[in-house]
């Protein structure tokens, strides 16, 4: 099993940075891919971005390229996602998401470990 802890949620005002943290512990050698999904409240989860174990080539979805930048540590299992220029339809609880396969997805069902999620409020 994989345990995914988020950290790094609050509240800031529009145009303001958050980073989010997603430590994981276990058996860290199946987190092979890991990614970064949001909620909205009445939304459906929605996927942000994705980074691979050699951290090459991450993707984002369009509405945070060039805002958001996902990195990973490999020695310590961490994966973050640095958020800057936040605007107030970024607010959402982001979850962390890990899979053992290679591959990047952007498919919230090709995931194997989730988070608890955590609250990012961008205020106008």
């Known amino acids: 099993q994989v345990q995914l802890v988020e950290s790094g949620g609050g509240l800031v005002q529009a145009g303001g940075s958050l980073r989010l943290s997603c430590a994981a512990s276990?058996?860290?050698?199946?987190?092979?891919?890991m990614g970064w999904f949001r909620q909205a409240l009445g939304k459906e989860r929605e996927f942000v971005a994705v980074?691979?174990?050699?951290?090459?080539?991450?993707l984002y979805v369009d509405s945070v390229k060039g805002r958001f930048i996902i990195s990973r540590d490999i020695g310590t299992n961490t994966v973050y996602l640095q958020m800057n220029n936040l605007k107030p339809e970024d607010t959402a609880v982001y979850y962390c998401?890990?899979?053992?396969?290679?591959?990047?997805?952007?498919?919230?069902?090709?995931?194997?470990?989730w988070g608890q999620g955590t609250q990012v409020t961008v205020s106008a």
């Open positions: 980074i691979h174990r050699g951290g090459g080539s991450p």
């Open positions: 276990g058996r860290t050698f199946s987190t092979n891919t």
């Open positions: 998401a890990a899979r053992e396969s290679p591959w990047p997805s952007s498919n919230s069902n090709a995931y194997d470990y």
